[in-house]
Nanobody
Framework: QVQLVESGGGLVQAGGSLRLSCAVS????????MGWFRQAPGKEREFVAT????????DYADSVKGRFTISRDNAKNTLYLQMNSLKAEDTAVYYC??????????????????WGQGTQVTVSS
């Protein structure tokens, strides 16, 4: 089993920044592509960003491209999401997720086998 624990959420003003972290344990972190997803109140969970096992490949939702940066530290078993120029519409619960073993980075939620509990991000306008 892979365990994921997010941290770093909170309340921030529009235009501000936050850095989310996701600590991973239970398996070899570098064997899994990782992703960030979010769910706003009353909406379905949506893709935010994904990163390859090595960290060299990334992909972003159009809504966050140029503002958010996904990264990972395989030595520390940790995934990050740096969020800049935050907007009110970024308010959501943010989840990190691990793909199937040896899987590619992907936007598809069903390709992610392990999920964290989520961390709340609230952006005030």
């Amino acid at each position: 089993q892979v365990q994921l624990v997010e941290s770093g959420g909170g309340l921030v003003q529009a235009g501000g920044s936050l850095r989310l972290s996701c600590a991973v344990s239970g398996r070899t972190f570098s064997n899994y592509a990782m992703g960030w997803f979010r769910q706003a109140p009353g909406k379905e969970r949506e893709f935010v960003a994904t990163i390859s096992r090595s960290g060299e490949g990334t992909d972003y939702a159009d809504s966050v491209k140029g503002r958010f940066t996904i990264s990972r530290d395989n030595a520390k078993n940790t995934l990050y999401l740096q969020m800049n120029s935050l907007k009110a519409e970024d308010t959501a619960v943010y989840y990190c997720a691990a793909s199937r073993l040896w899987g590619p980075p992907t936007q598809l939620q069903h390709e992610y086998y392990y999920w964290g509990q989520g961390t709340q991000v609230t952006v005030s306008s």
